[in-house]
């Protein structure tokens, strides 16, 4: 019972601290703690002021979360994106190259490997990661799974281009 209580009051203030004490967007494996309306929490009015917008020990604290993401930086007019992500035990994001952005990885639970065309490099709480752009790179959880922050550019969003002029390849 002890367990199941901290287990429960580290779900209620992570939800506190992401959300203001609201518990919305769900997925079909899991959760993602965002503000009502999808953002988080704040005003445009307090847009310029520095805030405190995650515990990440808490959120850590989930062990037994579903994989995915259980937190991200969603401000308006942000210039990053960031992301707090959980594998469980034996899960893993597959081996991919990213061409555009660097990404820093933080470890906040756990432990598992970087897999990179090097070999694999092991990391585990505390490490923190570079990821180049142009990298080839992937994740394997260990085996109590892994939970980590990541923080990279924003990703511009899709724009639509004019129509090409000239004839069409075939």
Do not use: F
């Amino acid at each position: 019972m002890r367990m199941l209580n901290s287990y429960l009051q580290a779900v209620r203030d992570a939800v506190e601290c992401v959300t203001g004490g609201r518990w919305t967007g769900t997925r079909e494996r899991g959760h993602v703690m965002a503000a009502e309306n999808g953002e988080s929490p704040g005003t445009p009015d307090d847009a310029a002021l520095p805030r405190v917008l995650c515990d990440t020990a808490s959120l850590a604290a989930l062990g037994d979360a579903p994989a995915g993401a259980l937190w991200r930086l969603a401000e308006p007019g942000r210039q990053l994106d960031s992301n707090v992500v959980r594998i469980p035990p034996g899960g893993s994001i597959g081996i991919h190259t990213e061409p555009d952005l660097d990404v820093l990885l933080l470890v906040l639970q756990g432990d598992g490997t970087l897999e990179r065309v090097d070999g694999p490099q092991p990391v585990r709480e505390g490490k923190l990661a570079w990821l180049p752009h142009g990298s080839t790179r992937g994740l394997q959880a260990g085996a109590h799974g892994m939970t980590y922050l990541t923080v990279h550019p924003r990703r511009p969003g899709m724009r639509i281009q004019p129509p090409a002029t000239g004839p069409v390849p075939r």
